[in-house]
């Protein structure tokens, strides 16, 4: 059978999605979370501190493939990310018809949010893919799949907690969408979904438990105590908006929440279609607006609750592409200003990544600038290294400790000194675990010489001439060697300093 048009045009846009994404994949350096992820993976690959490890699993498969290069690292949301495109098409052709699937597909592959996602390294491309992989599979097997959706289900759902732990809303979220139609009212009175759900945390609980207990419960501190903490300001109702709206683009956004509120009205009037979408896009949404406006936090909320807008955009594209809209023209008008301006933003996003020097021209700050200058640093303090016969590498965080790891292949003999970085990220137990934390550098190294890198930004206020406190509380004497200075428009923008670290002392010294 001939493949329709539609379905050739889901294939032209997953594959311009993915030659866009892998241009930025293979030229932009790695950022800390990425090389965190990578680390993880040269460590083990079952670590649960804070983070779940499908990450760096799937950092472990892509390395193995193409070795530790920016292909490697990002492989795998390259392909998630596709993937996601083509599930979105599947899941509104199914419920809304060819059309549907069709625009859902093309507004998925034009939104900034995802298209980051899907070119760099976090556990967002993949979660994304297999929260949508989960909603379809439950829906096909409560409209009469059978035994294999349900299996299908329980492996998703698995998968999902050991790569994020968002995951865990997908067991209420399939529960009210069952609950709330009639078919799946039904499959609740078989054992069928409830085996699918103890599938999933049979193959999860125990080991997460396992370490987790291991190392007195840091996934759940971090998660639930110290990443959160009360401080209500209105001004975080905007901040909220304005994210969101930066990371989806303005239309799209107000747009899909428009299309949860035509779900909610389609199924007061009987349409069984709305608790599907409203259970799996509204319920993560409305899960993480209280902690996102209320609380203090340093992470970007729009990577909470990002399912929930994956799914509103399949909701959007039944808006504008299901069986009533070419009898409404404005429906089609709303796709289309919501897909051009998506474009229009990822097109800047694509240019400011992949040519910074824009940006500071414009006045602008160059999106990824943290990640710039690692790769030519890691080969100074190569050399460096060598030069002064420097045992060790000390660092300032872990950010530097695990980006100049990569770019050096190498993790053995690579510290991180206090900073409140590393707590901010909930990564001090796993420090310790991974034996580059202060105690251990002290336990290993006492009395010796090394080498201590320390990363400053420049583009707010420059820091590069303060004295290193920190290593002066560990070092007898610290002195400047090197520096690598990163430059975009002829401006400085970061400052990766060189200090000759000499005398390790066994406790902090007083200054």
């Known amino acids: 059978m001939p493949l329709r048009r539609e379905t050739w045009l889901v294939i032209a846009i997953a594959a311009a999605s993915l030659a866009l994404r892998l241009a930025m994949a293979v030229d932009m350096d790695v950022f800390q979370d990425e090389a965190y992820y990578w680390w993880g993976a040269q460590w083990g690959l079952m670590g649960f501190c804070p983070h779940p490890p499908g990450t760096s699993v799937a950092v472990w498969a892509g390395t193995q493939a193409f070795g530790d290069t920016l292909l490697g690292l990002r492989v795998g949301s390259l392909a998630w990310g596709t993937g996601a495109i083509v599930l979105a098409c599947a899941l509104g052709r199914e419920l809304y018809g060819p059309r549907a699937g069709l625009w859902a597909a093309a507004l998925l592959a034009a939104c900034p949010l995802f298209m980051g996602i899907g070119a760099v390294t976090t556990p967002d491309s993949l979660l994304v893919f297999l929260w949508l992989l989960f909603l379809w599979s439950v829906r096909r097997a409560a409209t009469g799949g059978g035994g294999r959706w349900w299996l299908l289900s329980g492996l998703v759902l698995a998968a999902g907690l050991y790569t994020k732990y968002i995951m865990v809303l997908a067991l209420p979220a399939a529960f009210v969408a069952l609950i709330a139609t009639r078919e799946g009212r039904g499959a609740l009175r078989t054992p069928w979904p409830w085996a699918a759900a103890g599938i999933g945390l049979a193959l999860f609980l125990p080991v997460f438990a396992a370490w987790n207990w291991s190392l007195g419960w840091p996934s759940i501190r971090y998660h639930l105590v110290s990443r959160h903490v009360w401080d209500p300001e209105w001004e975080r109702v905007g901040r909220y908006v304005l994210t969101h709206a930066g990371a989806l683009s303005p239309v799209l956004f107000v747009a899909a929440l428009g299309a949860f509120v035509a779900a909610a009205m389609a199924w007061r009037r009987g349409d069984a279609r709305g608790p599907w979408l409203l259970a799996f896009g509204a319920l993560p949404i409305l899960f993480f607006l209280p902690p996102s406006v209320l609380t203090e936090h340093q992470l970007m909320q729009v990577q909470w609750d990002e399912l929930g807008y994956a799914v509103g955009i399949v909701a959007l594209g039944g808006l504008v592409g299901g069986e009533a809209a070419p009898r409404m023209r404005w429906r089609r008008l709303l796709g289309a200003g919501a897909l051009a301006l998506a474009c229009l933003e990822s097109a800047v996003l694509l240019i400011g990544l992949l040519w910074p020097a824009g940006c500071v021209a414009l006045g602008v700050r160059p999106p990824g600038l943290q990640q710039l200058g690692w790769r030519e640093a890691a080969r100074r303090v190569q050399s460096v290294q060598a030069r002064e016969k420097a045992e060790f590498i000390a660092t300032d965080s872990f950010a530097a400790a695990m980006s100049v790891g990569f770019h050096l292949g190498r993790r053995d003999g690579i510290y991180t000194l206090p900073h409140p970085r590393n707590e901010r ?35 707010d206020r420059c820091e590069c001439g303060k004295e290193p406190r920190t290593a002066r509380q560990f070092f007898r004497e610290v002195r400047l060697v090197d520096a690598e200075k990163v430059f975009v428009g002829g401006k400085m923008m970061r400052c990766i300093q060189l200090f000759r670290a000499r005398s390790l002392a066994s406790s902090p010294l007083p200054h």
């Open 425 to 459: 990220y909930g990564l001090v137990e796993q420090l310790d675990a991974w034996r580059m934390d202060a105690a251990h550098l002290v336990r290993e190294h006492r009395g010796r010489d090394g080498l201590f890198v320390r990363e400053d930004r420049c583009y």
